[in-house]
């Protein structure tokens, strides 16, 4: 595994560490397929009890990696859109800190989660339109229930940015903090949900997200299609291909 991707396993909790810093955490085809992997593991583990993906006080995540769009054929399988069907799947709680860009899937992962905390510094963006693609992650189907079809059709088709303040209010995370205190909030509230009966935990989340289970698997087949169709059209590629220049 490279060092874009740093872990650690302690007391039950897992955590994930972004750490592609120079390029704002953006996600390659690699760093999903490690994601993958850990995800993985972390569902096979059972003296696993939480999992954290954070970047840290200044960058979150800036979304997929570009250059991976420009260079991708109609033939090839996105990494991407595989660890969206693991993060849909994913079982156990999963918590996320957040600061800084939170670009693309650096929001919509975060309709997944469990508990997210933001940093004051936190700015989010679903910039799909703008570049030629579609909501994805089963965002068109969760961040329409949390904010209704007008909200989400401007978040997600005029791709306004919004600070922590709004997504707050709009139901995506759960606690705004200083940037200092992000790192150790997020590891405090995920042991504190580590240190819960396992048993009662698993049971609760599983019945809070069972009435979606059907839907969010279907919401996010018809999603990959129409991004893997989108991903490689000709209006797509050039959007990109200025977005380079």
Same mark, same amino acid.
């Given at each position: ?77 996105? /990494? ?11 079982? #156990?709680? !999963?918590? &996320?800190?957040? *600061?800084? +860009? %939170? ?63 709004? /997504? ?11 940037? #200092?205190? !992000?790192? &150790?909030?997020? *590891?405090? +509230? %995920? ?55």
């Amino acid at each position: 595994m490279s060092n874009l991707i740093l872990t650690t396993e302690k007391q039950g909790v897992f955590t994930i560490t972004l750490n592609r810093i120079d390029k704002k955490n953006a996600l390659t085809n690699d760093m999903y397929k490690q994601l993958c992997q850990y995800f993985s593991y972390v569902e096979q583990t059972e003296s696993i009890h939480c999992l954290v993906i954070q970047g840290n006080e200044s960058c979150f995540c800036a979304g997929n990696d570009l250059n991976d769009f420009i260079q991708s054929s109609a033939n090839d399988e996105l /990494a991407a859109l595989e660890f969206v069907k693991v993060l849909s799947e994913f079982t #156990k709680p !999963l918590v &996320a800190g957040v *600061a800084g +860009v %939170a670009v693309g899937i650096g929001t919509t992962l975060l309709l997944h989660c469990d508990m997210v905390i933001a940093a004051v510094n936190s700015k989010f963006k679903l910039p799909f339109t703008q570049l030629g693609l579609c909501p994805e992650a089963g965002s068109s189907l969760l961040l329409t229930q949390k904010v209704g079809p007008n909200k989400a059709f401007e978040l997600m088709v005029l791709g306004q940015t919004f600070n922590a303040e709004q /997504a707050l209010s709009y139901g995506i995370t759960n606690q705004i903090c200083q940037p #200092k205190e !992000l790192i &150790a909030l997020t *590891a405090d +509230v %995920a042991q504190t949900i580590a240190n819960l009966p396992v048993e009662s935990v698993m049971t609760s989340r599983r019945l809070i997200r069972q009435a979606n289970k059907l839907a969010l698997s279907q919401v996010i087949s018809d999603e990959s299609q129409a991004f893997s169709h989108l991903v490689n059209s000709d209006e797509c590629k050039n959007i990109l291909a200025k977005f380079f220049k």
